[in-house]
């Protein structure tokens, strides 16, 4: 009886212990970032814009009472001459990540086909996660018939 009894007691401990370093981590802000390059030379794109959208993992939520509160707009950010960029302090979650510039084709991080869905991505806490776009140029056909 007392094996039960300390046992019981020293898996309580564990649990009690784990606890708030768990919550810690989901607290802890993610990061993504990365690179947008030209397809055709791998030459970094300089003021591209990337985009990133929160993805709503439960459609079911948005019919809950009271309403959630909106999900918040990340603003658009513009890559540097090297071609990075970088969102910090982001809410743990999917994301879907958009990047375009005039003169080249805007891309779904993860897509295969232009115009296709791309890929979602999932930002652990307390992580960075690296993505990077290779973007196609637009071309023009001019003359006469």
């Known amino acids: 009886m007392r094996f039960v009894a300390t046992t019981a007691l020293v898996f309580l401990f564990v649990q009690a212990g ?7 981590s989901q607290n802890l802000p993610a990061v993504i970032e990365g ?27 948005i ?14 950010i513009l890559t540097d001459a090297a071609g990075k960029f970088s969102f910090a302090n ?6 879907r990540v958009i990047a375009g510039k005039n003169g080249f084709v805007r891309m779904n991080y993860g897509e295969r086909f232009s115009g296709g869905p791309g890929t979602i991505v999932n930002a652990p806490p307390g992580q960075t996660l690296t993505v990077s776009f290779r973007l196609i140029q637009t071309a023009a056909v001019s003359g006469r018939v």
């Open 18 to 24: 784990q606890g708030p370093a768990q919550q810690q």
């Open 63 to 76: 019919l809950t009472t009271p309403p959630p509160a909106p999900i918040p707009q990340i603003p658009p």
């Open 35 to 61: 690179l947008v390059l030209q397809a055709a030379s791998g030459e970094p794109i300089a003021k591209a814009q990337v985009t990133l959208t929160r993805v709503v993992s439960n459609p079911t939520a």
């Open 90 to 95: 982001l809410e743990p979650g999917s994301y």
